[in-house]
């Protein structure tokens, strides 16, 4: 017989029907089953979203209404490492899902800067308007464990693939279907963003790990480049975040820069509650079908007028917009996301701890 254990290990299998537990029986994630990656699933956006974009940022991240995300992010599809308990015990993490009632702390990543923004002269923060008006990510395929195809759900690679090798899926963009038009969405062919439209985009893997299919997934999203330092990203003005195989240790360095952090993913952290999406930084759907039109919205949509020389506008760049969210998250970063906040908050989380262990919990804390 195996010996007693509060943890069940999780890891390299489909977790979904674990961790949909913490849904109601007759919510969508228990009740529903949704095998199709392909296409999109719009009752599952409707809650968190307004039409293409995300209008609650909390909500996006609640898997409760999302039963496509079973096959939509790593965690779920084949965690590297993953232990959970059905015992009521207490958990301190550096991130979670919401839903999953984890004591939350801030990550020795981030006090100890293993990701730290540091412009120097060979890397300077240029002002927004003077970065390269581009989409920026590199990294590595480390959001799960591919055996058997799972890679495809998968953040990382489908940021890859939509950006680089989508050729037969089209996407929906907000824009002008053409000179003097309204804007509403039009449907392009998967390349028109960067063929046709202008928009620029450099992502690119660093290194394809975690997998026993890597082979096939370097001939489906080609080679992987070469590791820059981490300073070079001051360079560009849009900066995409995400997920790897928890939660990402490179956004605070984001918020403190002069670029526009686009973040996607599930796992939070203890500063969450301290940003507002839309004003700090962009959120962006973990579905990934919102990109294109928010890079558009930012960036702007030009293409050939016809004549020569000409340019028809199909989105104007809003620069002056991009600009104040960038600036907003440096500011509120600077006040409320330093390393003394982080002790403020760790010191009033064990002091919190210590009396709810206390014997004495009623008592202390509070004045007679």
């Not at 599809?77 to 702390?105: C, E, M, R, Y």
């Not at 760049?317 to 002790?343: C, F, P, T, V």
């Given at each position: 017989?195996?010996p007693?254990s509060l ?7 489909n ?10 029986p007759?919510?969508?994630a228990?009740s ?5 990656r392909?296409?999109?699933?719009l009752d599952?956006l409707q809650?968190h ?5 995300v209008?609650d940022?909390?909500?996006?991240a609640?898997?409760c209404?999302?039963?496509d995300l ?11 490492s993953w ?6 015990v207490p958990?301190?993490s550096q ?5 999953f009632g984890?004591i939350l702390?801030?990550s020795?990543w981030n006090?100890?800067d ?9 890397h300077?923060?240029v ?8 989409l920026?990510w590199?990294?590595?395929t480390?959001?799960?464990?591919s055996?058997?195809?799972?890679w495809k759900?998968?953040?990382?690679q ?7 090798n ?6 929906t963009m907000?824009?002008?279907s053409g ?6 969405y039009?449907v392009?062919d ?15 893997l660093s ?5 026993d299919d890597?082979?096939?997934q370097?001939?489906e999203?080609?080679?992987t480049?070469?590791?820059i330092?981490?300073?070079e ?7 995409f975040?995400m ?11 984001f ?7 686009f973040?996607?993913g599930?796992f ?10 839309w ?5 962006q759907?973990v579905r ?11 960036a ?7 004549s020569?020389g ?5 989105m104007?760049?809003?620069?002056e917009?991009?600009a ?5 998250g440096?500011?509120?970063?600077q006040k409320?996301l330093?390393?003394?906040d ?14 709810l262990?206390d014997?004495?919990?009623?008592q ?5």
């Amino acid at each position: 017989m195996a010996p007693f254990s509060l943890f069940t290990d999780y890891a390299r299998s489909n977790i979904w029907d674990v961790a949909n537990q913490i849904c109601a029986p007759w919510s969508k994630a228990r009740s529903e089953r949704i095998w199709n990656r392909r296409d999109l699933c719009l009752d599952c956006l409707q809650p968190h979203s307004l039409e293409q974009f995300v209008s609650d940022w909390t909500l996006a991240a609640d898997i409760c209404h999302q039963p496509d995300l079973k096959n939509l992010h790593g965690f779920f599809t084949s965690p590297a490492s993953w232990k959970t308990s059905q015992h009521l015990v207490p958990l301190f993490s550096q991130s979670s899902l919401p839903g999953f009632g984890d004591i939350l702390f801030p990550s020795p990543w981030n006090y100890v800067d293993k990701v730290k923004y540091e412009p120097s002269p060979a890397h300077p923060d240029v002002p927004y308007l003077e970065k390269k008006n581009t989409l920026f990510w590199i990294g590595a395929t480390s959001e799960g464990i591919s055996i058997n195809g799972e890679w495809k759900g998968m953040t990382r690679q489908r940021l890859m693939h939509l950006m680089n090798n989508n050729t037969a899926n089209p996407v929906t963009m907000l824009m002008r279907s053409g000179p003097d038009k309204g804007l509403g969405y039009q449907v392009v062919d998967g390349a028109a963003p960067r063929e046709k439209l202008g928009l620029q985009a450099e992502v690119y893997l660093s290194d394809v790990v975690r997998c026993d299919d890597c082979k096939i997934q370097k001939q489906e999203l080609g080679s992987t480049a070469k590791r820059i330092s981490f300073q070079e990203h001051w360079k560009y003005r849009y900066l995409f975040d995400m997920d790897g195989a928890g939660f990402s240790g490179r956004f605070l360095a984001f918020l403190q820069s002069h670029s526009l952090p686009f973040k996607t993913g599930l796992f939070r952290q203890w500063y969450d509650p301290r940003l507002t999406p839309w004003r700090h930084f962009v959120p962006q759907d973990v579905r990934l079908h919102d990109v294109w039109s928010t890079l558009g919205y930012f960036a702007g949509i030009a293409v050939d007028g016809g004549s020569k020389g000409s340019t028809s506008v199909l989105m104007e760049a809003h620069n002056e917009e991009g600009a104040y969210i960038a600036e907003e998250g440096r500011d509120w970063s600077q006040k409320s996301l330093r390393k003394e906040d982080m002790e403020i908050y760790f010191f009033r989380l064990l002091l919190e701890w210590g009396r709810l262990t206390d014997d004495r919990r009623d008592q202390l804390g509070f004045d007679p």
